[in-house]
């Protein structure tokens, strides 16, 4: 825990800061579209979910086990925010950047997992975890956030007196029977090379 509380000020800066680091040092290389996403997800969703059962606060998707860079999308409990999705009563969500101008208009995005959230948790906009948990911009005008246990995908919308509102009506998606084949037998190569490097399989 910390004790000493910085002005929201420096808190904002270090968040917009450590976004740019993430864009800037590791990439955002795999951009999917709603439909590839809610593809994806379909084989995602049991990950997702144990992220947001872990506690993890956020936590960002490689674009592929062999290659540098992170997909578009991000797992986030924002505990602070409280219920996220009204059916099931999660917390967490995956959301979809789709506005890719990722290092600018900042200051017009809002960034989740809330500061409220990380603050609960006590951890500190200057620590390694915060670091390793960071907070991502939304647009709420463009991106979009899924819910793993409801396999639904969703708006965001914005309000001037409540913020950023997680839109509960379900926006259809398409599942590309091609991808989703695909992404199943990636999944089951990239799980066979994990158990081969933690030495299970001879």
Not at 148 to 164: A, I, K, Q, V
Request: proline share 5%; aromatic share 14%.
């Amino acid at each position: 825990m910390y004790n000493i509380q910085p002005n929201y000020k420096q808190i904002y800066e270090e968040i917009m800061n450590t976004w740019k680091n993430v864009v800037i040092n590791d990439g955002i290389t795999l951009i999917l579209d709603p439909n590839e996403f809610y593809t994806d997800m379909q084989i995602e969703r049991v990950r997702a979910i144990s992220i947001i059962e872990s506690g993890i606060l956020c936590n960002p998707t490689r674009a592929s086990l062999f290659e540098p860079g992170i997909a578009n999308y991000f797992v986030i409990n924002d505990i602070a925010q409280g219920i996220v999705c009204e059916k099931c009563g999660s917390t967490g969500a995956v959301v979809l950047l789709l506005d890719k101008d990722y290092l600018n208009n900042l200051e017009n995005k809002v960034f989740v997992p809330s500061y409220e959230s990380y603050y609960v948790r006590g951890v500190s906009p200057w620590s390694l975890d915060f670091k390793k948990m960071f907070p991502v911009p939304v647009n709420p005008e463009t991106d979009y956030w899924y819910c793993p246990y409801c396999n639904e995908l969703h708006r965001f919308s914005y309000d001037e007196d409540f913020g950023l509102c997680y839109e509960q009506k379900v926006v259809k998606a398409k599942i590309d029977k091609e991808r989703y084949e695909k992404k199943k037998k990636t999944a089951m190569q990239s799980s066979l090379f994990i158990n081969l490097a933690k030495g299970i399989i001879f």
